[in-house]
């Protein structure tokens, strides 16, 4: 059986056994798939303008744990600028979030984000804590608050679905 040429052309990369592209949230991913999504590449704009480091070159993680939940942003080790600027932005963001203030989120997402008006009128049953990791840091929440809690893992979810990132998921008794 004879193809066509031009057919044959399309086929060769697969049969040569082509690369599969990165994944979308690797630190080092300049051009994730969905970078013609204009909403996610809105998200990522704005992202890159409140955390001052190129969103598509980091990788965000937002994992529910039973007292709250964890916020994790690195990007190549490598990068110490980049991992100071985004230890900078998380003690920043920790200390917006301990008074209540929840607009840098609200401002990356363009929107109210599912959680926040929770977490802000119960700030004082709530603790951040920033710590250091290679090429970046993490946001750890923590709350005896069962309510909290839940708005944690509200606000987690949301930040998982808009930020196409993982992350552990706890279901709610």
């Known amino acids: 059986m004879r193809l066509p040429l031009s057919f044959a052309a399309l086929l060769l990369p697969a049969l040569a056994g082509a690369q599969q592209p ?36 980091s990788a965000h993680r937002f994992d ?12 190549d080790a490598a990068d110490t600028a980049g991992a100071r600027v985004i230890r900078a ?5 920790a200390a917006a979030f301990a008074r209540g203030d929840f607009a840098t989120p609200g401002f990356v997402h363009g929107r109210d984000v599912p959680g926040t008006a929770v977490l802000a009128a119960r700030r004082a049953a709530l603790a951040y804590a920033v710590s250091d990791l ?16 839940k708005a944690v893992h509200e606000f987690l979810a949301f930040q998982r679905r808009d930020h196409r990132a993982p992350g552990e998921v706890r279901g709610h008794p």
């Open 134 to 149: 290679p090429g970046g840091g993490a946001l750890r929440i923590t709350t005896a608050d069962p309510a909290a809690v």
């Open 89 to 93: 932005h998380l003690r920043d963001v």
């Open 64 to 75: 529910d744990l039973a007292d709250g939940g964890r916020i994790t942003l690195v990007r």
């Open 22 to 57: 990165p994944h979308p949230h690797a630190p080092g991913h300049a051009h994730p798939p969905s970078h013609a999504d204009t909403s996610f590449a809105a998200v990522q704009a704005r992202g890159k303008q409140a955390m001052g480091v190129d969103q598509y070159t």
